[in-house]
C-alpha cells in the first residue's frame, strides 16, 4: 500500500523547535521531489519548502528562510523538516507530498500548535 506518513507534531511554545518527520512505504522516494505544505486554521493550504530528487536543491518560503530545513535520507524513505524559532503564526496541519511525472502523494497531515 503506498503511504506517506507525517509524524513529529505537536505543542511547542514560541521560540521552541520540533522536527517533522515523512516517511514513505510502498513506494521509494527517489526520484520524487518532496514538499512540505502547511494549512492554518480558516486558511488556505500554503507551500513551506520542498526539495528536489536530482541534485538536493532545497526551496524555502521568505517567511520560513533560516528558521526551517529540509532535508531527506533516500536508504530511510524519510524526508524531515527541522523548525526553529517557532511562532504562533506556524500553526496548523503540515502535510508532506511526493510528485513525480506520474505520481503525486499526500499524507494525512500533522498538527503543529505553537502557543505559550
Not at 18 to 29: D, Q, V
Amino acid at each position: 500500500q503506498v503511504q506517506l506518513v507525517e509524524s513529529g507534531g505537536g505543542l511547542v511554545q514560541p521560540g521552541g523547535s520540533l522536527r517533522l518527520y515523512c516517511a514513505a512505504s510502498g513506494f521509494s522516494l527517489d526520484y520524487h521531489s518532496i514538499g512540505w505544505f502547511r494549512q492554518a486554521p480558516g486558511k488556505e493550504r500554503e507551500g513551506v519548502s520542498c526539495i528536489s530528487s536530482s541534485d538536493g536543491s532545497t526551496y524555502y518560503v521568505d517567511s520560513m528562510k533560516g528558521r526551517f530545513t529540509i532535508s531527506r535520507d533516500d536508504a530511510k524513505n524519510t524526508v524531515y523538516l527541522q523548525m526553529n524559532s517557532l511562532k504562533p503564526e506556524d500553526t496548523g496541519v503540515y502535510y508532506c507530498n511526493a510528485e513525480d511525472d506520474y505520481h503525486d502523494y499526500w499524507g494525512q497531515g500533522t498538527q503543529v500548535t505553537v502557543s505559550s
